[in-house]
């Protein structure tokens, strides 16, 4: 079928190779002429990609068929208005030569860059600030690259200094050692983190700072790396699934569910109406959690320890149904490929109503304290502005794009899983300050339990597991009474799920934004490549374009209101 | 029933060993700092939080600066990156310290078998006390906490700990 994106990209890109894979549009170039393929899809006001979702490399060195080059690179590119979905492949001739940056198009290439520098050592010339980012600075060699053995660690002796990049940062906003100097006052400089109460985690924020003002920042991340990519690299599809609890693990479920339905969407398996349910139930529950652990944290950091008791013990409250449900409290892993590891148990609407009560009063006892409160407005209106461009050039997804005013939302923009047939609100917010950001959290809260409500009533009864023994375990009484059925499960566990070969990106939206997933398989159990696309690394690469200008105090509130969660950030 | 010397003084005057009476006001007035980088760390938010309310146990002053903390509580996975962080942190606590390791991944590098992930902090710092998990639950939390208490009640006040630790990021 051809559609109007087909249509222009024909006569855009008339002699370059296009391909449909699932719902995006692949175009294979050279590195000569990427960078004006890609500043035409940027620019060109029919394209109009105005979010670069990702860039990431395969390295082909030991992948079955020959490919044209040991590495090639993918770009993940987004028109959010139109729903279209564009990669863009480029095959690297020599890495140490590199591609040409894409930095002065999208703010989200100056991370993405690096990273992709630092797992696989290709190089983007004209980046301003080409270093590692995810491993340390003493690293040598690049992990992902397929000649990097999984277990050669390497010890880091000392923390980087980031001097050199926060001076490059203060010259880039014009200030040098002759600011203040009529004074008598030299530039302060203040690191935060990345241990620190207010980092949430281990981030390192560092600071050039006019008495309280920020003049420059650069952040440090990577200190939560934990190599998931490579580690994935090694497991079967299945067992990826606990290794996704641990990304978002404020919201490990809905981790597990966008896993699984990329590869679902790969192997074009339907699953069934009851799973469909059970997943939109469970997202929207989670997302809930994943708001509330948020807000409860930057209401601390702002003074407010009275809504971290009202909110977060409806999260502590809401372990008793998830851990009857799943077993565990916080790491789920309760999907599996073709449906859910089991199914609800008997009483859960009542336990799910009488929740959903009471996480509806928190909230409302948190929003009284909050919502007319002025010192509340002082310090969150008008602060840390977001304008839509710089978040749409970073890359930011989910609620921060929204309180932005960019109303763009998955559900609603890629409708999957009936989100169409629901009756539910994207909020947006209007000035994109903390204000905002949190206000739209607050109210994401509200509509997901409206969702909620709609699904528990309309979820029909029926099996859980697609009916498919390629992919999906045969029931226990097959196992244990015929050799086929214990045949087809010895293969199932031990080899993993086979998938087609191919590479396919696939995304879903998490509490946080797309969390996308891109994989390569070699049609083998075990992917050949997985990444993921994580909304808080796009939200913290642009963390210093909201805080320069502002107080050192409004940078903590800010960090609590992009929410930047440790384990998704750096993986 | 007091004998001797102490049946003399009445009830005004208690004689204890020094070990016993400092001990006594250690074991329930321990200082955690905590050092969340990962999932663990909301497990320990939950154990801090209402319904398991670590300060049942005088454990609930915690503290972000390692100078005020006598309990070093590691939750979650620590990188190679993070190592020499932990390690300063460590030691900027005065003595005497106690070390709690919370979780698979702070205990052996739990599921992250791999190039960036440190197997097990006890190749950094000395640790008193693991708990198994992944995450582990908030009441092993408070039963790590208690035995940290058994520790420091049974300990002599005068015995330094931990003096022949080498790790790896230890000169040799
Ligand atoms: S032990 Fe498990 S829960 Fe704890 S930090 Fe490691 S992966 Fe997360």
Redesign the interface.
């Known amino acids: 079928m051809t559609t109007p994106l087909d249509t222009i990209l024909a006569s855009v890109f008339a002699d370059i190779t296009r391909e449909t894979v699932l719902d995006t549009r692949l175009l294979t170039v050279d590195g000569a002429a990427l960078y004006e393929v890609l500043k035409r899809l940027k620019t060109y006001p029919d394209l109009d990609f105005s979010l670069l979702l990702d860039i990431t490399a395969v390295d082909y060195l030991t992948y079955p068929k020959r490919a044209a080059a040991r590495f090639v690179v993918v770009y993940t590119l987004r028109n959010w208005k139109k729903n279209y979905l564009v990669q863009v492949r480029v095959p690297v001739a020599d890495p140490d030569t590199g591609l040409p940056s894409v930095a002065d198009l999208w703010g989200s290439a100056l991370w993405a860059e690096r990273e992709v520098f630092d797992q696989y050592g290709i190089t983007f010339t004209g980046h301003p600030d080409l270093r590692r980012i995810?491993?340390?600075h003493q690293f040598k060699g690049h992990?992902l690259r397929k000649d990097?053995?999984?277990?050669?660690?390497?010890?880091?002796?000392?923390?980087d200094s980031l001097e050199p990049e926060i001076r490059a940062r203060l010259k880039v906003n014009g200030v040098d050692d002759s600011t203040m100097s009529d004074i008598n006052t030299e530039i302060m400089f203040l690191n935060i983190g990345?241990?620190?109460?207010a980092t949430h985690?281990?981030i390192r924020i560092f600071a050039a700072l006019d008495g309280e003002t920020i003049m420059a920042n650069v952040n440090e991340i990577?200190?939560?790396?934990?190599?998931f990519e490579?580690?994935a690299e090694h497991r079967t599809y299945n067992q990826i699934v606990?290794?996704t609890?641990?990304l978002n693990?404020?919201s490990a479920l809905m981790n597990n569910i966008a896993y699984v339905k990329a590869i679902e969407s790969w192997l074009g398996l339907a699953i069934t109406e009851r799973a469909v349910f059970m997943r939109v139930i469970l997202s929207e529950f989670f997302r809930i959690q994943d708001h509330l652990?948020c807000l409860a944290a930057n209401l601390v950091d702002m003074g407010g320890l009275t809504n971290y008791?009202y909110l977060?013990?409806e999260k502590?409250?809401s372990?008793d149904l998830i851990s009857r449900l799943t077993g565990a409290?916080?790491?789920s892993s309760f999907t599996r490929i073709g449906g859910m590891a089991h199914d609800f148990y008997e009483g859960w609407q009542d336990d799910l109503a009488r929740q959903l009560v009471d996480i509806e009063k928190g909230v409302n006892d948190s929003l009284k304290l909050v919502a007319r409160n002025r010192i509340v407005h002082d310090r969150t209106q008008n602060v840390c502005v977001l304008s839509p461009e710089t978040a749409l050039s970073y890359g930011f997804t989910g609620p921060n794009l929204r309180a932005s005013g960019v109303g763009f939302d998955l559900r609603k923009d890629s409708p999957h899983y009936f989100y169409e047939s629901f009756d539910f609100n994207v909020p947006v917010g209007t000035t994109g300050d903390v204000y905002d950001r949190m206000m739209v959290r607050f109210e994401e809260i509200f509509e997901s339990m409206r969702i909620i409500r709609q699904a528990v009533k309309m979820i029909p009864e029926g099996e859980l597991f697609a009916a498919d023994h390629r992919y999906v375990l045969p029931e226990k009484s097959k196992v244990y009474n015929s050799i086929e059925g214990a045949a087809n499960h010895f293969k199932l566990i031990f080899e993993g799920v086979r998938v087609p070969e191919g590479a396919w990106y696939d995304s879903f939206e998490a509490a946080n934004g797309e969390l996308g997933f891109y994989f390569v398989s070699d049609g083998s159990g075990t992917p050949y490549k997985l990444k993921v696309r994580p909304p808080c690394f796009y939200a913290m690469g642009g963390f210093h374009e909201m805080v320069e200008g502002e107080m050192i105090a409004d940078a903590i509130i800010n960090l609590g209101s992009i929410n930047i969660i440790?384990?998704e950030l750096d993986r | 029933m007091a004998l001797g010397l102490e049946a003399g003084l009445g009830d005004s005057v208690l004689t204890t060993k020094l070990d016993t009476l400092i001990n006594w006001g250690r074991q329930y007035s321990l200082w955690p700092m905590v050092?969340?980088?990962?999932?663990c760390?909301?497990?320990f938010?939950?154990a801090a939080?209402?319904?398991h309310d670590i300060s049942r146990f005088g454990a609930e002053v915690v503290r972000?600066s390692p100078r005020q903390a006598d309990l070093l509580l590691v939750c979650?996975?620590i990188?190679?990156?993070?190592?020499?962080?932990?390690k300063r942190?460590y030691e900027q606590m005065p003595q005497p310290k106690w070390v709690v390791s919370m979780g698979a991944?702070a205990g052996s590098g739990g599921?992250?078998?791999?190039?960036?992930?440190?197997?097990g902090i006890d190749s950094i710092i000395p640790v008193d006390c693991y708990i198994s998990g992944?995450?582990p639950?908030p009441e092993a939390v408070l039963d790590a906490l208690m035995n940290i208490q058994e520790q420091v009640r049974s300990d002599s006040v005068l015995r330094e700990r931990h003096q022949d630790f080498k790790g790896?990021?230890d000169t040799p």
């Open positions: 995810l491993n340390h992990p990097y053995d999984i277990h050669a660690g390497q010890v880091c002796t000392e923390p990345p241990s620190h109460p985690g281990a990577g200190y939560l790396h934990r190599g490579k580690t606990p290794l609890d641990r693990y404020c652990v008791w977060y013990n502590e409250a372990y409290r916080l790491t440790g384990g | 050092f969340g980088t990962a999932c760390a909301i497990e938010m939950s939080a209402s319904q972000f979650g996975t990188s190679y990156k993070q190592a020499p962080i932990l942190i991944c599921m992250y078998d791999n190039y960036c992930t440190v197997q992944c995450p639950r790896i990021l």
